[in-house]
């Protein structure tokens, strides 16, 4: 017969539930993986968006094999594989999002290139002058572009485009005037 003392045996008791508890806690949820899973689905139509506009070969390839990943990911959700699905959507999106900024990097460059182009432009015409419509909208084209600069900055590429046109929108209006 073994003897254990009571305080081992409650050290051991403790040791085992904190270990369980451990294990439990590494198990995600079938709601946290399914809500990731169509966060994946939202990017993934994303970046499907925004290779439609801007073209590129490598992107287009870091896309299909997020794609390609998604069906594994699918197949491991239904066998209730949550742990390796969780990860598998994790990589995917990642994969998207490399997808997303690398077909956006040039056309960014070009648009944030412009949007300094006409901002130097304006504020040498506008601001001089007593136009008050054209020095509002050379103030909300900053504005703008600040936003533009920020988004990129936290990795939207999407948004920092859309932020840089509507600046050169406002400024070739203002420079009109």
């Known amino acids: 017969m073994i003897t254990t003392s009571p305080l081992r045996f409650r050290l051991s008791l403790l040791l085992l539930v904190f270990a369980v508890g451990i294990a439990s806690a ?6 946290d993986v399914r809500a990731e899973r169509e966060r994946l689905k939202r990017t993934v139509e994303t970046a499907h968006e925004v290779l439609t506009a801007y073209p590129n070969e490598r ?11 998604t069906k594994e990911i699918d197949q491991k959700i239904a066998a209730g594989n949550f742990v390796l699905a969780l ?8 994969l998207v999002e490399k997808a997303i900024k ?21 504020e040498t015409e506008v ?11 050379v103030r909300e084209a900053r504005k703008n572009k600040q936003l533009g ?21 406002l400024l070739e209006r203002a420079l009109k005037l």
Request: hydrophobic share 50%.
């Open 26 to 31: 590494q198990r995600p949820a079938a709601a």
């Open 59 to 69: 992107a287009q390839q870091l896309l299909l094999k997020a794609e390609t990943l």
């Open 87 to 94: 990860a598998q959507i994790r990589e995917a999106i990642s």
């Open 102 to 122: 690398l077909a956006l990097e040039s056309p960014l460059l070009r648009l944030h290139n412009r949007l300094q182009e006409l901002l130097q432009r304006a």
């Open 127 to 137: 601001l001089g002058g007593d136009n008050r419509e054209a020095i509002r909208l």
């Open 149 to 169: 600069e920020q988004a990129a900055l936290r990795m939207q590429p999407l948004a920092a485009a859309q932020y840089f046109q509507a600046a050169i929108a």
